[in-house]
């Protein structure tokens, strides 16, 4: 089936801007993370979904980051008044279940903050 | 908090070289232990995992091996083909109440040349 899918998978910004990237997990997976990835770096935890609701949001980095998942399906990563150190592949993955430890990412999306 | 480190990159290999990519970690409990793969332009795929201590993860010819004693998952290949060149990421899952989220190392590149 298809797997992990995120857009736009580029997507270029002015600093101040406001930008939103979509992730649509694997169907029928109820788990669902959003991770940031610098250049150079591994992977960072920002935000865990479990359905609807954000389980554990510990990992953004300020408050002009925030994200949704109305329907328990689709999910948005909202930036406000981006900086250029926001710049960076913003990672999407998804779990069948919150208890399985294996997670499945999508391709990324990569922010550029001019 | 839990943190990995891997050796750093890049590692360049020529075609049916042995490789190994070391990987070790700090963790409060026993965590799983991850290998992921990032081709050149794709996304991060689950190359093979380990859940316990003493565990042997294998797939594509690549094995590691989840060792208690010496805080390591230490990534091997007998004979590395050019496909082969990638950035290996070495993850452990951060066990909470319910479900868990993934601490990354910085990534080793290789480069495997003919």
Not at chain 1, 50 to 73: C, K
Not at chain 2, 56 to 82: D, M
């Amino acid at each position: 089936g298809a797997g992990v899918s995120q857009t736009p998978s580029n997507k270029v910004t002015e600093k101040g801007k406001y930008v939103e990237l979509r992730c649509d997990p694997i169907s029928g997976h109820t788990a669902l993370y959003w991770y940031r990835q610098s250049l150079g770096q591994g992977p960072e935890f920002l935000i865990y979904f479990q359905g609807t609701g954000a389980a554990d949001d510990s990992g953004l980095p300020n408050d002009r980051f925030f994200a949704v998942r109305p329907e328990g399906s689709v999910s948005t990563l909202k930036i406000q008044r981006t900086e250029r150190g926001d710049s960076a592949v913003y990672l999407c993955a998804s779990s069948s279940t919150p208890g399985e430890e294996t997670q499945y990412f999508g391709p990324g999306t990569r922010l550029l903050v001019l | 908090g839990d943190s990995v480190t891997q050796m750093e990159g890049p590692v360049t290999l020529s075609e049916e070289a042995f490789l190994t990519i070391n990987c070790t970690y700090t963790a409060t409990g026993y965590p799983s232990l991850f290998w992921y793969v990032q081709y050149p332009g794709e996304g991060l795929q689950l190359l093979l995992k380990a859940t316990k201590a003493d565990d042997k993860g294998s797939n594509k010819g690549f094995e590691a091996t989840y060792r208690k004693e010496t805080t390591s998952f230490h990534l091997e290949k007998g004979s590395v083909q050019v496909s082969d060149s990638a950035v290996y990421f070495c993850a452990l899952s951060d066990r909470h109440s319910g479900y868990s989220t993934l601490t990354f190392g910085k990534g080793t590149m290789l480069l495997v040349s003919p």
